[in-house]
């Protein structure tokens, strides 16, 4: 395991929140410490694509894990998101091991915001095309910004997953720039070769690859070559 066992994961303003909360389940499944920090744009997304009240200012583990059995299943946060692999308390810890620790965007005091702090990687899921302009031109206006830069800077493993369709040429010059750097760029596409049944296994699809360049074991979905095809 690389340097550090913690894990830095980063929500920002694109779509596809339910990509987001299903990655902090699994991460946190997997007993890893998850430091957490997202952009007020990414708090937007979640109201809109999963009906979440999520604070920046004020943030607590249960807003983004509501108790199951209290959400309809009729409703948005259902439908997107699998259902959990473990409970997350109140403080953000899990059975299994795992903790949440939240760092607001703005928080420049945070480890995260040091080379010296010792991480495993980060990802940043989804990453906006803003994010992603920001990370490739060092501008480190935010915590998350400054975070990506400090693992280019440590020769880190970072993950960005973009989530927009169709590329300017800005977009694909960028993440051809951070491409060279070294920086992983998984856009969220599902594939279909694991036979999908469902919304959830799509959402799996793409968490388990981003899982898969962290490290971190899962089973959350069939691989190339355990079928034939």
């Avoid at 699998?82 to 949440?100: C, D, K, V």
């Avoid at 997953?161 to 992983?184: K, Q």
């Amino acid at each position: 395991m690389p340097q550090g066992h913690d894990l830095v994961v980063a929500i920002t303003g694109a779509s596809g929140a339910p990509y987001a909360i299903r990655l902090l389940d699994v991460l946190l499944a997997a007993g890893r410490t998850v430091h957490l920090t997202l952009s007020a744009a990414a708090t937007e997304v979640m109201k809109y694509e999963l009906g979440l009240q999520v604070s920046v200012t004020e943030f607590s583990p249960a807003q983004l894990f509501p108790k199951w059995d209290s959400l309809p299943e009729d409703g948005p946060y259902r439908r997107l998101c699998p259902p959990r692999l473990t409970e997350i308390s109140a403080e953000g810890s899990s059975p299994t091991g795992g903790r949440l620790v939240y760092h607001p965007v703005r928080d420049y005091r945070a480890g995260i915001a040091s080379g010296s702090f010792l991480t495993g990687g980060m990802v940043v899921c989804p990453c906006s095309m803003g994010t992603l302009a920001g990370i490739a031109t060092g501008q480190s206006q935010n915590l998350i910004h400054r975070a990506a830069d400090v693992h280019l800077k440590e020769r880190r493993k970072l993950v960005l997953v973009p989530r927009e369709t169709p590329l300017s040429s800005i977009a694909l010059t960028n993440m051809a720039r951070l491409s060279d750097l070294g920086v992983v760029i998984l856009p969220a596409m599902p594939g279909f070769y694991h036979e999908p049944q469902s919304l959830h296994d799509l959402v799996d699809f793409v968490v388990a690859r981003i899982c898969d360049q962290l490290g971190v074991e899962h089973s959350l979905m069939k691989r190339w070559g355990d079928r034939e095809v």
